[in-house]
Every structure is written in structure tokens, then in C-alpha cells.
């Protein structure tokens, strides 16, 4: 059961023959079997999932169920949620009850959607491999020695080991699609004002967005007609009609062009890799696509350019840590200005003192120019590569991530080569477009490799088409490690 | 050595919102301690700023009101430091590319006209208040504050004594209270001053080093702090030293200003663009809306008041230093056409006079302009001398008779004497009795004359028409 499509847990609630109670308190006790080793969930409270899910089949029987009522979804630890220990994967956030519900879980409860729990997650978002969290690492279900990604590697590890149904996950340089990749699952990042940022813990402002994370493309669409709308309370939402992005599922993809940019297809890919996603393209050309080479010259910026950006905005975003509020405060200090340093030395750790670090320099006097405007204009540049692409194509393909999951601890001790894991995905944050990863087969060690799918603004219905013809003609998305 | 001071000013108005600029929270002032605090306020994880519209139309006005530019695109920037009353760790303000930016301000110091230029206007949100007191080794928090939309007003270095900063500061702070953008209450901390102050030897264009002096709330203050801080900084020249370039305060109890902190201890405050606002638009369809909800303007109305009634430039800008004391003009002379300099001379005098004394405002005035234009219409019509005239408005503003102008003539008798035929009769009584004084007057003693004026004054007891009792005695003893 445990495999099931969020289309097929509906009907069986819908049918009867199953009730959410049930439904909940089998993840529930699946969670509790499983989670010791796996280390998906921060925090699990029976209580309040079970609260929901009675709720959710009072809906039901009133024949007030949407798509997604009563339907377990693993809510990543970044999002605040009213009740509910809200961590950020964080020794600063380790006894913050937030008093406030973020806009995603707003939306999910409105659905009648049960929040299982919460997932791990690097520190404050900011990691590849989950190792940064402060609640320890998370294993990867298909090989306990790998890492499942990061910054929402617990989450990719519910999802994939079949803890929850679905999960939500935050991108900020590539958070949903490299861990979706690493654990064989799908997740997408909508267009960058889509998902509503109000609740959502930031890391990186303007480039943070939140998405679904679930087995198909299929699933993904539904989740992305619940998470998806206005919120007046975050002034980067964009006010758009409501869609629905399942309606271009059927579409057949003949005449699609796919654009394969040649700086993806160059040196960096491991041939594992390669070999998976030149699988994938054939399938694609036997749906009738074509491929077509692109170039985005300025794509190999990506990296040095999201490593100015998102650390400056992290340092400043993260200066609300402070010990005075809420959150960790130390336990004895002298002056004001030692409670500052002694909190915060305590409540971050390494990666995220190292960011914050980079952001207050980069933001300083006599550097600002050299970098951040630098980067700024870089990043525009990055956005007009991309725009110049899609005048050939449709949409353009590539690897999520250049190797498959690495071990835990491999990386861990070199920032850069930690940082590279990213070399594909930072570009769609940089750029605010959509992209996705969906499981394209296997590499080395029978590792998940995954595909990237990245968008025009806006185009998340014919990438979800895209992906769902693919995973119609191939069952990798059903391969499941337990 | 001649030296000749300095000063540029920036002014911190509150802008009159009902809620803050970036939260829904009320900005009412003198509420419990953090019962006026969101959780935006708070700065929670994942809270985010919108920002209010009202607070960017009030900046607009202002712009308008100066004849500066209105700034589009315009950007937020965060300020970032640390403070315990700063809850995200950075202010919200702006840093390029302000709301407002240029503009003029004319002032008067003894008569002389002087045109003070803005540099720029722009939006910020105020900090929250750190409580020492009362807490026992510990400091309380208070974030009722945080968040209150500031306007901060930034003056160029145009200014060369105290008189003219304060000169400057008095029209700016007409000038936000008139356009209805800040309530102007300086003990609330509405509208605060800090003063940039350097000097020079005179003659010399190159500046000096300044000083910024913070948080001045009155402008006597203002005065004081600008003349203690010159004095001071032009001893340290003469004795030969030099100037630190410093933040300053003002002690008022001892009347000097003393370091608050060095250049070198300043802050690196790593301005950048706030990523959770967008780049503000503003349409010229906006600006053009506001434009239409300005009244008009104080220079406007000075100008008005000399060319339209003839009032002296001293006049016309007295009475316009408050829009409540120019429609209180306005709707005095409106009841009492082309009698301006009346009108002005009893605003300006009795009732300003009177306010000042108990310490009202104009829109509490317990005399309308309509009891006004009443009082004065009887003194124009002859009715009663100027000197019975005060004796009315006397019982008029302790609400006597229901402050009916004619009742309160009639029951104190003060109406004036103004028939030409008693006038005669008195005049004739007066010179029959005075034989000697008349002969005076003829041999060519001037002051004989003013003498019979007052024997006859003195027997109507003030009631007699004076111009007339003149005219009268001139008549009967020259002709």
C-alpha cells in the first residue's frame, strides 16, 4: 500500500476502504519502525497528525474532500508550522514552537492534507548532503553508506522509502532536484514567486522557492495545484489565475525540442551519469522529441555567482538569530556583545558560519562592487542565456547532478567539491525558472541518477507533460529501495 | 580668525499611518509594552515585509510639497547591525535610488529671504525601544516602535547659524504637519532632528570636519546644541587642534554635547537591496492623483496673502506658519471682505496671543472666525472704538452671553459715540469751559490740542469717536 499514487490513496479514501486515520497511523508506525535508521523526521507528534487526519475524515464524510484531504505529506522543517517544533535544522532553532502557520502549510491544511511530521534538513538550507544538520545526517535509502542529498535530503528520504506519500522541499540552488535525483525520486522547483515564501525560514530571498517532492510527475502536478497561489503577504508572490497543472499530462511530445546545452554535456559529468541520461534522451526521441544542441556560455558562472549571492543575503537574513527573542541564547556571557557572539557560535554551525561569513564580506565597504553588483550583473547575463535557448527549444534537459550519491562523510570536509554537487541546478534560482529531476535509471553502486528538466517562467504544466510521457513509457519512478 | 559655521539637518518625521510600514500593527502611541508588536515585528522565522502604501503616498506629498523629484523605480535597502531593539538584525531603509529626491525650502531669518536645498527624502522604519531602567541588571525590550514608518528628510550643508537651522526646521515641521503627513508632536518624538555641523574660516570653501549631532527634540535644543557645538569645535581650531569626525548628544541639563561614538567605532552598515521588496513603481497616474488631494501650500499662500490683500511678507508668513492658523484667515476674512489687515492684526495679536497664554491650539480656538468677523465688523462700521473692542473679545472667549458680539456691546455700554450733533455739543461744552487752553492752542501751542482731546474723551468715558471728536475740534478752532 505503501507504494501507492496520491490519485490511488484519494480513491481509496474516497471508497471507503481505508480512512485517513488509518492511512496516517500506518505511515505513523512506519515512520516510527524506519525513521531510527533513516533519520528522515526531526519531529513526529502522533498527536497533532492524528488530530488532522480525524478532522480530514470528518471532511470525507461530508463530502467535502479535495484532491489531497486526508492524505499523509512529510512538510519540510524549514516551514513554520502553528504547534509544531520548527527547527531549520538548527541547534539555534532547537526549541522554537512556532506560533504561526507558513502559507504552504496554510494551503495544506485547507486541503485536508495530514502533515506526518517534519524532515530533516541541512542547517538553515544550507548544505548538499544533509550533513550540515544539527540533528545528524540522513541516510540514503538506497544505500545506507550515501548520502540522500541536501538541503531536503530528509524529506527526499521520506519520499523515497516510502515514509510519506509526498513531501514539500525548498530549492534555493538546487535543495528539491539534487536530492530528488540522489534518492530517485521527483521534485520540482516552480517559477521563482509561485510558492509563497511567507513562513518559510529564508535563506536566500530571491532565490528560494518551495515545491512538491513525490514519487511521479503525476503527483507532482496535484501538489503543485495546492501549493501554488497568491499570498498577499509575500511581496515577491506573483498574482496569476490559478492553474491546473495536470491538464497537459496527456499531451503526446511529438515535435517537443529538447535543447541540450553543450556546457552540460561537457567535462565534470561522470560517465555513469552520462551513459543514464543519453538512455533517457533516446526514450525521449522514441516519443517522438527531437534534441537539439544549445549553448549558455555563461552558465559555468553559476556557481562563483550563487556563492556571492546567496551567502550575502544569507548573512543578512540570518542576523534575526540573536539570542534575544527566541532560539538559542547562551547560557552565561558578560556584555551584550558577548551574548551576540556566545549565541550564535553555539546555535550555528560550521557551514552556516562559513556562509555568513562570505555574505558580510562580499556586502562590505570597498567590496560590494567587486562582488555582489558583479554578481548581479552575471546573473543577468546567466537569465539571457537562457532566454536566447528556449528561442530554439522547448525545454532543455541535462543531469541533475554530476555523480550519483557520494558517501556520507566523503565531501564533507571540502566545502568546494561540496559546493560543485550544485553545478547544474543553481542556475534555475539564479534565473527564477522552473526546473525538475525525475529518476532516469541507475549508476555506480546502483545509485539513483536523475534528469533535469528545466523550463521557461512559467512552463511548469508542459514540464510535468514532459515527465509524465516519460515515466508513462518507463518505470523507473516506480523502482523503490525497500 | 573669522569662522563661519555650517549646517545641514536630517530630520526624522513620523509619518501619520495608521499601522506600521511594513506590518498591520497599529503605530498608536503610549500602548502597553509589546501589545503593538506582530510577529513581523517580532522578526519570527520566515516573516516577511509588505509595504504599506500610505506610508510611499506620504513620502510623495512631501516631495511634491518641496518641488523634488519622485524617484521610479525606487528601492528598499537593509541596514545591517546588531541592537537588541533592532529585532531582524537590519533596519529597513533606503539607501539608492530614495523616494524622494532634491527639492527647496525657503526660510526667513530677519527678513532676508534664503533658499535651503533637500538632498533626498526617504522611507525607513523606526527601532523599537531599549528599556534600562526597572529591569535589575537586565534590559527590557520594547517593540511597540519597531516598525512606526520614519520619513527621514536630509538637508545639504546650506545653512550658517543656528537661527537659520532653526528657521529651517520650524518650516519643515509646518510644512509635514500643513500636507497632514506627521503630526509634528515633538515630546512623542514625531519629528527629530540631528544636525551636521562643521565651520571654516570665513571666505574658505572647502569644509570642515563635522560633527553629527542625534536626536535633537526642540528646537530650542536645536538651537542650543548648534551654538555650543560651533563654539566648541571653533576653540579646538583656535587652540591649533583638529576635529574628529564624530556622533554627538546633546545634554540639555548641562548644555553641551559630548562623543556617543568615533568614525573608527562606526558601523559597516553593508547596505544592499532588500530581496523580499521589489523595486518600487510609481506611476505618474499615482503621483498625479496625490498632486490633486495637496491643499495649497504655506509659500503658496504667503504669496497669495501679499499680492491679493497686501499684507506685509512679515504678515504673510505668520500667518502662514500653521494651515490652522491660515484657514482660521481665510475663514475670518471670508465673512469680512477686503478688511485683510484687520483680520491679520487680531489673529496674529489677540487670538495667538490668547492661545499662547492658556496654551491652545488654533482648531480649539474658543472664538470662530465667524464670532471673529462679528467682533471685527463693529469696529469697522464704527460701532465701537478698538480699545471697547478688546473688552468685548475679553468676555467673548470666557463664553459671556453667549458670545454674541451686539449682547455684550449693549450690556457694557461700549458702544462708541458717532452722531455728529452730540459730538458738536460735547466739543462746544469742552472749548467753553477751557478758555485759557483755546487761546493756548491759537498762539500756536500744539499740545493744548491733544489736552481738549482728552477732556473730551474723558467726559464720554472713551466713548466718543475719536476720529471724529478730532475732526470736530480741528473744524471749531481753525475754522
Redesign the interface.
Known amino acids: 500500500m505503501f507504494n501507492a499514487s496520491l490519485k490511488q490513496f484519494s480513491l481509496q479514501l474516497a471508497e471507503k476502504k481505508i480512512s485517513s486515520t488509518e492511512l496516517t497511523t500506518e505511515f505513523l508506525k512506519r515512520i516510527k519502525a524506519l525513521n531510527p535508521e533513516y533519520n528522515a523526521f526531526i519531529t513526529v507528534n502522533e498527536e497533532l497528525s492524528l488530530a488532522q487526519a480525524r478532522a480530514a475524515d470528518q471532511m470525507i464524510a461530508a463530502g467535502q474532500a479535495g484532491p489531497l484531504t486526508g492524505i499523509p505529506i512529510a512538510q519540510k522543517d524549514i516551514f513554520c508550522t502553528k504547534g509544531w517544533l520548527t527547527t531549520c535544522g538548527s541547534k539555534m532553532l532547537s526549541n522554537f514552537v512556532s506560533p504561526y502557520d507558513a502559507g504552504v502549510i496554510e494551503r495544506f491544511n485547507q486541503a485536508g492534507a495530514v502533515n506526518i511530521g517534519k524532515t530533516n534538513m541541512d542547517e538553515f538550507a544550507m548544505g548538499s548532503s544533509n550533513e550540515t544538520s544539527f540533528y545528524g545526517p540522513v541516510k540514503n535509502p538506497w544505500d545506507h553508506a550515501a548520502v540522500p542529498g541536501g538541503s531536503s535530503g530528509g524529506a527526499a528520504c521520506a519520499v523515497a522509502a516510502r515514509l510519506s506519500p509526498a513531501a514539500t522541499g525548498t530549492d534555493t540552488g538546487g535543495s528539491i532536484r539534487q536530492p530528488a535525483a540522489l534518492c530517485g525520486i521527483s521534485g520540482i522547483k516552480p517559477t521563482y514567486g509561485l510558492v509563497s515564501r511567507y513562513g518559510m525560514i529564508a535563506f536566500a530571498s530571491s532565490l528560494d522557492q518551495g515545491g512538491p517532492m513525490a514519487k511521479s510527475a503525476e503527483d507532482l502536478a496535484l501538489l503543485l495545484n495546492i501549493m501554488t497561489g497568491f499570498d498577499p503577504r509575500d511581496s515577491t508572490s506573483l498574482q496569476r489565475n490559478a492553474e491546473d497543472y495536470a491538464r497537459d499530462l496527456q499531451k503526446p511530445l511529438a515535435g517537443l525540442r529538447i535543447g541540450l546545452p553543450k556546457e552540460y554535456f561537457a567535462e565534470g559529468m561522470s560517465k555513469d551519469v552520462e551513459n543514464a541520461i543519453e538512455k533517457a534522451l533516446d526514450e525521449y526521441r522514441k516519443l517522438g522529441a527531437q534534441t537539439i544542441e544549445v549553448s549558455l556560455p555563461n552558465a559555468p558562472l553559476a556557481i562563483p555567482v550563487y556563492y556571492v549571492l546567496a551567502p550575502a543575503e544569507a548573512s543578512s537574513n540570518l542576523s534575526r538569530f540573536d539570542g534575544v527573542r527566541y532560539g538559542h541564547r547562551a547560557k552565561s556571557y558578560g556584555d551584550l556583545a558577548d551574548m551576540y557572539r556566545k549565541s550564535r557560535a553555539e546555535g550555528f554551525g560550521a557551514e552556516v558560519k562559513r556562509r555568513i561569513l562570505i555574505g558580510t564580506y562580499v556586502l562590505s565597504h570597498g567590496y560590494y562592487d567587486a562582488y555582489y553588483i558583479k554578481a548581479q550583473k552575471l546573473r543577468r547575463l546567466i537569465a539571457q542565456d537562457f532566454t536566447e535557448a528556449y528561442k530554439q527549444c522547448d525545454i532543455i534537459m541535462g543531469p541533475t547532478t554530476p555523480t550519483v550519491a557520494f558517501n556520507l562523510g566523503e565531501k564533507s570536509g571540502d566545502p568546494i567539491q561540496m559546493y560543485l554537487s550544485d553545478i547544474y541546478t543553481s542556475a534555475a534560482n539564479l534565473t527564477g525558472m522552473p526546473a525538475m529531476s525525475i529518476p532516469v535509471g541507475f549508476g555506480d553502486k546502483n545509485r539513483p541518477v536523475g534528469l533535469h528538466i528545466i523550463g521557461n517562467y512559467f512552463s511548469e504544466a508542459q514540464m510535468l507533460n514532459v515527465a509524465h510521457q516519460y515515466q508513462l513509457a518507463t518505470g523507473w519512478h516506480l523502482q523503490s529501495p525497500v | 580668525m573669522q569662522w563661519e559655521i555650517v549646517i545641514g539637518l536630517e530630520v526624522h518625521a513620523q509619518l501619520s499611518t495608521q499601522s506600521k510600514i511594513f506590518s498591520g500593527s497599529s503605530t498608536a502611541y503610549g500602548a502597553a509594552p509589546n501589545t503593538q508588536a506582530s510577529?513581523i515585528d517580532?522578526?519570527?522565522?520566515?516573516?516577511?515585509?509588505?509595504?504599506n502604501k500610505g506610508a510611499v503616498e506620504r513620502a510623495i506629498k512631501l516631495g511634491l510639497s518641496v518641488g523634488a523629484k519622485i524617484n521610479s523605480p525606487s528601492i528598499f535597502a537593509?541596514k545591517?547591525y546588531?541592537y537588541?531593539d533592532l529585532?531582524?538584525?537590519?533596519q529597513i531603509s533606503q539607501y539608492e535610488l530614495p523616494v524622494v529626491q532634491g527639492g527647496n525650502i525657503h526660510i526667513q531669518v530677519d527678513g532676508t529671504e534664503k533658499n535651503i536645498r533637500l538632498t533626498r527624502a526617504h522611507l525607513e522604519e523606526d527601532a523599537g525601544k531599549s528599556l534600562h531602567e526597572d529591569f535589575h541588571g537586565m534590559s527590557g525590550?520594547d517593540l511597540n516602535r519597531a516598525g512606526t514608518p520614519l520619513l527621514e528628510i536630509v538637508s545639504e550643508p546650506d545653512m550658517r547659524s543656528s537661527a537659520e537651522a532653526v528657521a529651517y526646521a520650524k518650516i519643515l515641521h509646518a510644512l509635514v504637519r500643513w500636507i497632514g503627513i506627521c503630526d509634528g508632536n515633538m515630546q512623542e518624538g514625531s519629528f527629530r532632528c540631528d544636525a551636521n555641523v562643521s565651520v571654516r574660516p570665513h571666505g574658505t570653501e572647502k569644509l570642515g570636519t563635522r560633527c553629527e549631532i542625534k536626536n535633537l527634540n526642540s528646537f530650542r535644543f536645536l538651537e542650543k546644541a548648534i551654538d555650543y557645538e560651533a563654539r566648541r569645535q571653533i576653540e579646538i581650531l583656535e587652540d591649533g587642534g583638529a576635529i574628529r569626525q564624530e556622533t554627538r548628544l546633546y545634554d540639555a541639563n548641562k548644555d553641551e554635547t559630548r562623543t556617543m561614538r568615533t568614525k573608527e567605532d562606526a558601523n559597516?552598515y553593508?547596505?544592499?537591496p532588500d530581496?523580499?521588496?521589489?523595486p518600487l513603481e510609481i506611476p505618474q497616474s499615482w503621483i498625479d492623483q496625490i498632486k490633486q488631494t495637496l491643499p495649497e501650500l504655506p509659500q503658496a499662500r504667503r504669496d497669495r496673502y501679499v499680492s491679493a490683500f497686501a499684507l506685509s511678507a512679515y504678515d504673510a508668513s505668520v500667518l502662514t506658519s500653521s494651515r490652522e492658523m491660515a484657514d482660521y484667515f481665510d475663514a475670518t476674512l471670508k465673512q469680512l471682505p477686503a478688511q485683510a489687515k484687520l483680520c491679520a492684526n487680531w489673529i496674529m495679536g489677540e487670538i495667538s496671543g490668547q492661545l499662547n497664554k492658556e496654551g491652545i491650539e488654533m482648531t480649539a480656538c474658543p472664538i470662530t472666525p465667524a464670532q471673529l468677523a462679528a467682533l471685527l465688523a463693529r469696529i469697522n462700521d464704527g460701532t465701537i472704538s478698538g480699545k471697547a473692542a478688546k473688552t468685548v473679545f475679553e468676555s467673548m472667549w470666557n463664553g459671556e452671553l453667549g458670545k454674541n458680539v451686539d449682547a455684550i456691546i449693549e450690556a457694557k455700554g461700549l458702544k462708541q459715540i458717532s452722531d455728529d450733533s452730540a459730538i458738536e455739543k460735547l466739543v462746544d461744552q469742552v472749548l467753553a469751559a477751557n478758555a485759557q487752553q483755546v487761546a493756548d492752542y491759537r498762539n500756536g501751542k500744539e499740545k493744548a490740542f491733544n489736552s481738549l482731546i482728552g477732556q473730551i474723551m474723558k467726559a464720554t468715558q472713551g466713548k466718543a469717536n475719536p476720529a471724529q471728536v478730532n475732526a470736530m475740534l480741528k473744524k471749531k478752532l481753525d475754522g
Open positions: 510577529v517580532l522578526a519570527l522565522p520566515g516573516v516577511l515585509p509588505v509595504l537593509r545591517n546588531f537588541p529585532p531582524k538584525g537590519y525590550i559597516d553593508r547596505y544592499f530581496p523580499d521588496l521589489l
